[in-house]
């Protein structure tokens, strides 16, 4: 039964039918799986946490599901269950997995070598590619938006002579030790689940809330900053959405400061070709974007203005010789490079956008009709081919608004129910992409499981 102390989440839900259901599905999950099951039993031996990487635990499901094989939209598991996927691996998939022409890329790339740490024809034509798409002219590579981001805020450092980088709490840029400081009743605080951090990273890292231009233009007022690292629509903590004309001013301010501006556009990649910057007329000084640049092949690119390039590279001749602190062996190596050559002229199209963007249309406007019929005070919100449904009528409006609204314990019981009935969502919060091999059947057949979860959810 519904009662008065229950999370304001949970408005309209029955917690105790929700409990009798996590119940059930967890049971179906486990009679259905039993291959996943053994083998997970078996990584259980040698494995930390019994997975490949310790993430992989925040499913809903009693054990690992153990994935066969994943082409478009569709992902087959090791007990031979097909699954229409719009987790999409979180991004890295987001144009569907195993596209032709980079499966194509990568077999004729094979025979002739992955990697030696030199440049390639295909690096070229890439950087080439990047700056036409992204407006901005100089790039260099890494092996994940982490690293890129990583290696952005080293540079940036060396080029403008300023320690300090400001973000936006509740952000999420991969595992950049930097970013993982929170505001808690105000103040910045370093976040409590990062592990084996020994500096206090409150020293350098400014912290303050999105869509917040009073709070920005104070915490720059100081001129030590090197530079605002943001996604231009947060997406981690649950999508945030900058209010009308937010970024507009908050460029004025940051220029005003002699600030230097970083998009992460690694989730926002689903605004279009160019991204969210170039598709709103945001003017940054750099910007990354890593998982599906390549088509999932492990990758992620970086650019910087002319006039930020020319002082990065000043920095860099100016210094002591010696290791950087930036870039790995294996940057882009010729295999990747290869694929994302591939990906970029073949895949990310403005044609296969088009798609996505009608297919994710089309699965927002059955998430509000559904979520409506039940009568529950949830959003949905969207950003180009992401979608996602929100436990709050309106779209939050910054971090600590967002974090208030997520409830870990719903998303897994709604999560499980739609895989037993082959449909995958991302396990973090309730976020759905489509790919250019999504269909219409595949989307009805979600809102259809959907709407038998609320079914047996509400009061």
């Known amino acids: 039964m519904t009662?008065?102390?229950?999370?304001?989440?949970?408005?309209?839900?029955?917690?105790?039918?929700?409990?009798?259901?996590?119940?059930?599905?967890?049971?179906?999950?486990?009679?259905?799986?039993?291959?996943?099951?053994?083998?997970?039993?078996?990584?259980?031996?040698?494995?930390?946490?019994?997975?490949?990487?310790?993430?992989?635990?925040?499913?809903?499901?009693?054990?690992?599901?153990?994935?066969?094989?994943?082409?478009?939209?569709?992902?087959?598991?090791?007990?031979?269950?097909?699954?229409?996927?719009?987790?999409?691996?979180?991004?890295?998939?987001?144009?569907?997995?195993?596209?032709?022409?980079?499966?194509?890329?990568?077999?004729?790339?094979?025979?002739?070598?992955?990697?030696?740490?030199?440049?390639?024809?295909?690096?070229?034509?890439?950087?080439?590619?990047?700056?036409?798409?992204?407006?901005?002219?100089?790039?260099?590579?890494?092996?994940?938006?982490?690293?890129?981001?990583?290696?952005?805020?080293?540079?940036?450092?060396?080029?403008?002579?300023?320690?300090?980088?400001?973000?936006?709490?509740?952000?999420?840029?991969?595992?950049?030790?930097?970013?993982?400081?929170?505001?808690?009743?105000?103040?910045?605080?370093?976040r409590d689940s990062l592990l084996g951090q020994v500096t206090d990273l409150t020293a350098n890292t400014v912290v303050v809330e999105f869509n917040d231009l009073a709070a920005l233009e104070h915490a720059l007022k100081a001129g030590d900053v090197a530079c605002v690292l943001a996604e231009p629509v947060m997406t981690n903590i649950g999508m945030v959405l900058p209010q009308e004309g937010y970024w507009a001013e908050a460029q004025k301010i940051i220029q005003r400061y002699g600030t230097l501006l970083v998009l992460d556009e690694t989730h926002t990649i689903s605004s279009g070709p160019g991204g969210y910057a170039v598709r709103h007329g945001l003017q940054p000084d750099a910007l990354v974007l890593g998982k599906p640049v390549a088509g999932g092949v492990p990758c992620a690119v970086y650019g910087f203005s002319e006039a930020v390039a020319t002082r990065v590279e000043l920095a860099k001749r100016q210094a002591p010789p010696g290791h950087s602190g930036v870039g790995t062996t294996l940057t882009a190596n010729m295999l990747t490079m290869a694929a994302m050559?591939?990906?970029?002229?073949?895949?990310?199209?403005?044609?296969?956008?088009?798609?996505?963007?009608?297919?994710?249309?089309?699965?927002?406007?059955?998430?509000?009709?559904?979520?409506?019929?039940?009568?529950?005070?949830?959003?949905?919100?969207?950003?180009?081919?992401?979608?996602?449904?929100?436990?709050?009528?309106?779209?939050?409006?910054n971090g600590s608004e967002a974090e208030k609204i997520l409830d870990s314990d719903l998303e897994k019981i709604i999560h499980l129910f739609l895989l037993n009935r082959g449909m995958l969502i991302t396990p973090f919060h309730n976020m759905m992409l489509v790919c250019p091999q999504t269909t219409t059947t595949g989307i009805d057949q979600f809102l259809v499981a959907f709407d038998a979860c609320l079914q047996l959810l509400v009061d």
């Open 3 to 190: 009662t008065l102390t229950q999370p304001a989440t949970r408005t309209g839900i029955n917690w105790d039918k929700a409990q009798a259901m996590r119940l059930r599905e967890r049971a179906t999950f486990a009679d259905n799986n039993p291959r996943s099951q053994a083998l997970a039993a078996q990584a259980a031996r040698h494995m930390l946490f019994g997975v490949p990487l310790h993430w992989m635990t925040d499913w809903s499901t009693p054990f690992s599901l153990t994935v066969n094989q994943a082409s478009g939209a569709q992902v087959i598991d090791a007990d031979g269950h097909s699954y229409v996927d719009f987790c999409l691996g979180d991004t890295g998939a987001m144009f569907g997995h195993a596209p032709a022409a980079v499966a194509s890329a990568l077999m004729q790339q094979a025979s002739k070598g992955y990697t030696a740490m030199m440049a390639s024809e295909e690096a070229v034509w890439v950087a080439t590619e990047l700056a036409r798409r992204f407006a901005l002219p100089v790039w260099q590579f890494a092996l994940s938006a982490s690293d890129a981001n990583r290696f952005v805020l080293r540079w940036l450092r060396a080029a403008t002579g300023r320690s300090k980088i400001l973000i936006f709490n509740g952000c999420y840029h991969g595992t950049v030790d930097d970013v993982f400081v929170d505001l808690v009743d105000g103040q910045p605080r370093q």
């Open 341 to 397: 050559r591939a990906n970029l002229a073949e895949v990310m199209t403005d044609a296969a956008y088009a798609t996505m963007f009608e297919l994710a249309d089309y699965l927002a406007q059955g998430l509000r009709r559904v979520i409506a019929r039940h009568q529950l005070p949830w959003c949905v919100t969207q950003v180009g081919a992401r979608t996602e449904f929100q436990f709050t009528r309106t779209t939050p409006l």
